[in-house]
């Protein structure tokens, strides 16, 4: 897998490249990644990638002219032909929100060229000539897109085969397939006691099918607290058992005569 990077400060790339889970990946060659900086394709003394929006407000805008011909420098150089064809992705506030199932589809994938926006945006024929999707990270707006690429690498790259030392952990993540898109259950270690808090007994008791279910059932009960709208898409896609409808009626509470 191959990541591109158009940015105008790739050295906030060696992060992922460098340390942790993805740093490991990035050493065994699990993955790769090269930045394109569009200062390096303008034409003027000064390097412009920017400038007054048409229709006047604050802010700058990129143009579209070094933002285009990075992209088709780092197209020209992933291999051909390749199959599928990278997707050239925009981070933008407007786009998509990147969730972990775009994660695992894109893990599955060749990878692709990340366009980090600056400034109050970009010329939107960039987008129309160049651009096969959007994503977000959320309803929030950054200073670029670097920050949402960053985030969106590491997502993608923990979930190729032999980046984590066991294979098993991102199957219990939150929000994976595995976990019908649920939120993680609670975690505990040593010692097991602390605080005078100890480890729920159904850790310690060493049969499996009760530790599976009380960890479904504490993920059942968090995703209903904090994310309800999980268990409602959940429940939609028919991935709720009878046993997990049981116990979220449970935690209702009773009505009101």
């Known amino acids: 897998m191959r ?3 158009v940015t105008l400060f790739p050295d906030m790339f060696g992060a992922v490249r460098d340390l942790g889970i993805t740093g490991r990946a990035h050493a065994r060659g699990l993955w790769s990644l090269q930045a394109w900086n569009p200062r390096d394709y ?3 003394v000064h390097r412009t990638v920017d400038d007054r929006p048409y229709g006047g407000g604050p802010g700058m805008v990129m143009m579209a002219g070094p933002l285009e011909s990075a992209v088709r420098a780092a197209r020209e150089s992933r291999p051909a032909p390749e199959t599928p064809r990278a997707p050239v992705i925009l981070l933008s506030p407007t ?3 990147f969730d972990q199932r775009a994660a695992e589809s894109m893990a599955a994938g060749p990878g692709a060229i990340l366009v980090c926006g600056r400034y109050e945006g970009v010329d939107q024929r960039f987008v129309e000539r160049c651009v096969d999707e959007e994503w977000s990270l959320g309803d929030f707006v950054l200073s670029g897109g670097e920050i949402a690429a960053l985030a969106m690498v590491d997502a993608v790259v923990r979930l190729l085969p032999g980046a984590l030392n066991d294979s098993d952990s991102a199957l219990q993540d939150s929000f994976n397939s ?4 649920l939120l993680d259950s609670p975690h505990y270690t ?3 006691v602390y605080e005078g808090a100890p480890v729920p007994a159904q850790l310690l008791s060493g049969h499996h099918a009760h530790i599976a279910r009380w960890r479904r059932e ?3 009960a968090l995703t209903a607290s904090r994310r309800p709208d999980l268990i409602e898409r959940a429940r939609a896609q028919g991935l709720l058992t009878q ?3 049981r116990f979220l009626a449970a935690l209702l509470p009773p009505p009101i005569d």
Request: aromatic share 4%.
């Open 3 to 5: 990541f591109d990077i």
């Open 42 to 44: 303008t034409e003027d």
């Open 95 to 97: 786009g998509r929100r």
């Open 178 to 181: 595995a976990l019908d898109g």
């Open 190 to 192: 040593r010692p097991e």
């Open 218 to 220: 504490q993920s059942l």
């Open 243 to 245: 046993a997990d409808e």
